[in-house]
Every structure is written in structure tokens, then in C-alpha cells.
């Protein structure tokens, strides 16, 4: 407890604004001075109307000049709205990194009824633990435009990902002696877009399969391949003959969906990635990311995207790429970037 000397020592200008972000409800704000004492305790949304009420309440009996200090933890992209606004007026915004607020959140799992964050707690945090806050910088528009690029490249990889995944195991199930052992190339998406089920690729031929093989692969592959989709196919029927249990017509056109799927990915992977690189060129016109040992043309736009300006940290530290584990596209959800916009 402070004493009476004290709390006439702590400034009370201070004006410390928690914001308890919802998704699809208003956010919950607590507002206090700088000795800790509550000023309000507001309901806000994203429009300039209710923040700019939120903004006037704050700064009642403020001196002049007092600038928010505003406090949110990363919660979707709920809280760019609420950093666009106060930063645009001038205030200071942080989010509360996510290390911090998992440890956060086990402390209060002890001493409250709710394991989230609560607004009061987020407005204390200057007071209580400053050295885990950095202020918020809002990156410009090369910036964002790799931030977005980065992420949809991100997206889509994982979706790529998933969708080959999908497709090995059908197939798998279709030909128990698979032909497919690596990435899938645009050769056996082809060959599956014809003919996934084994029976058809048998009755379609030597021939016709190598034909498709030799086109698609601008003759790298040959009979060989097209060798390997037949032993498959013919393993496959002499295994399941006609049994009822194999659903041939249904899991074909499975496979198919799932390779229309992959094709379309894979087409809006490449769009992406190539404005990633443009962006990637402004942002980093020195190549420094790049430049960096094991970093390529993904890995040197993803490190910019996550860091930013990296002088705005003032130890190492700060920097959110020294606290995430794994390379840039094997991370897990919770560290994925969490740049400007963040998902």
C-alpha cells in the first residue's frame, strides 16, 4: 500500500486506457490515472463516433496535451480499427505481446473468475510491467502490402499443404501400391485429373498415359512413370477386383475435386508470391533480410514482414523473431506473424 507521501508523488496525468477487445461484441474499456485511481469505465465499437466519445471521456480533467496511453492484446484484427484511430490522434497504443499475455493469463486464472485478460488489468500494465510493452508503429503502405502478401502466401501454403495431403491418401486408398512418394508435381495432378480411378487409367492405356506424362512434364518424365502409375493401378485392381467396399467412381471423384482445388491454390500461391517479392523490393530495397544466412526469397520477406523497423526495439530482445520457434512457414497458429494486420 502507498503511503499519503506516496500517492502525492505518483503523477495522476497519466491517462491509461485497457481495451478488452470482442470479436463480434462491443469492446470493454477501463480507463485510470496514473496513480492507478479509475477515471470511467466504457463500452466502445470500431467507428469514429463511439471511439471519439471513449477519447473525450479518457481525457476529462486532463491537462492539455495529455496523450493516451492505450493497451489491447492482439485479438484478430479487432484491435487495427482502435490503433488506426488513437495513433491517428495522436496517441500511444501497445499490444501486449503474446508471451506476456499467456503468462497474463495463467496469473489471473488464479485470482478471477475469467482466464481472459480484463480491461483493468490492460490498463495497469504500464504501471505494473512497462519493460513488456512496445509501442505500436503502423507500417506504410509497402510495409502492409508485404505484411498482407506475406500472410495470404502463408494461407495458401498451408491450404496446399493440406489439399496434397488429402490427395495421397486417397489415392493411397484407391492404389494401395502408390505411385505417389513426393511433392506432386503438375505431371501426376494430370494424370489424376484423367484418370484417378485405377480401372480407367488401365482401360486409357500405355500409350495415352505416356503421351499425357511426356506433355505435362515437357519430357523430364517418360516410361518410367508412366510404368509406375500402371503397376499401381493394375496392383490396385488385382487386390480389390470388384469388391463393394471400394467405392472407385466415389473416390475418384474425390480425387478429383481435391487436385481442382490444388491447381486453383497452387495458381493463387503464384500471384501472391510474386507481389510479395515486389513488395518485399520496397520495403527492403538494401536486401538485408536477405542477406541473412538460410534465408531465401520466402524466408527474407517473412523475417521484414514480422520485425518491421527493426530500430524501433531497443534491445534484441524486443524483437519478435528471436521468440518464435521454428522457420518461417513451420510455425504453429499462435506464432504466426503478428505484424501489422494481424489475419
Known sequence: MHSEDDRRSIPTDRRLVGVDLG??????????????????????????????LLETAALTGAPAGTRLEVVMEPTGPAWLPVAVFFIGRGHRVFRVASAKAAD??????????????DADTLARLPLLAPENLQPLELPGCEAAALDRRVRACDRLTQQGALHQRRIKDLVRQL????????????????????????????AAGRSRLLATITTTSHGQQGADRADAWLEGAQAAVDLYGEHPAVAYSDLAAEV?????????????????????????????????????????????????????????????????LLHRAGAPGQRNRRDRPQGPAHE
Open 23 to 52: 470479436i463480434a461484441s462491443d469492446h470493454t474499456v477501463r480507463v485510470l490515472r496514473g496513480d492507478g485511481s479509475e477515471v470511467c469505465r466504457r463500452r466502445t465499437r470500431p467507428t469514429v463516433e463511439s471511439l471519439t
Open 104 to 117: 497474463l493469463r495463467r496469473f489471473l486464472s488464479r485470482h478471477a473468475k475469467s482466464n481472459g485478460i
Open 175 to 202: 492404389m494401395p501400391v502408390t505411385p505417389l512418394t513426393g511433392e506432386l508435381s503438375k505431371t501426376d495432378l494430370a494424370v489424376l485429373a484423367h484418370w484417378a480411378d485405377p480401372r480407367a487409367l488401365l
Open 256 to 320: 478429383g475435386t481435391e487436385v481442382r482445388l490444388l491447381q486453383a491454390v497452387r495458381a493463387e500461391l503464384t500471384g501472391h508470391a510474386e507481389a510479395r517479392a515486389d513488395a518485399y523490393r520496397w520495403t527492403d530495397p538494401a536486401r538485408l533480410a536477405a542477406s541473412l544466412p538460410g534465408l531465401g526469397e520466402v524466408g527474407a520477406p517473412t523475417v521484414t514482414a514480422i520485425v518491421g523497423r527493426a530500430a524501433r526495439f531497443r534491445t534484441g530482445k524486443g524483437v519478435p
